[in-house]
């Protein structure tokens, strides 16, 4: 596997919460169908965020797992931009936290 393609009705926010990870997205149109395309290249994978208008074709039901130094200080920016928190698991070796994306994934 060497690209992750992930569909978003809501796709300013959705960058929002990359963009807050320090991740840099390139935009670049499709020129087929003037569809908004952002990749960010990582090695040998390529994560790309498209723009799509109806919230159901949206992509539905992955998870994603990112390294986060700051958790704390994540979680008050993932809540200062409304997204909603599902779940925080902290243990004396790691902490997760989940969280809806703004398709409700």
Known sequence: MNKITIKSSNLKEFLSIYIELG????ESINNN?????????EGDLVYELISVDNKNDATRNIKLPFKIDDFEGFYEILNDIGIKKIEIVKTSIFSRMLFAD????
């Open 33 to 41: 169908n003037g569809t908004r395309i952002y990749s960010y290249t």
């Open 102 to 105: 703004t398709d409700g994934n």
């Open 23 to 26: 991740i840099i997205f390139t």
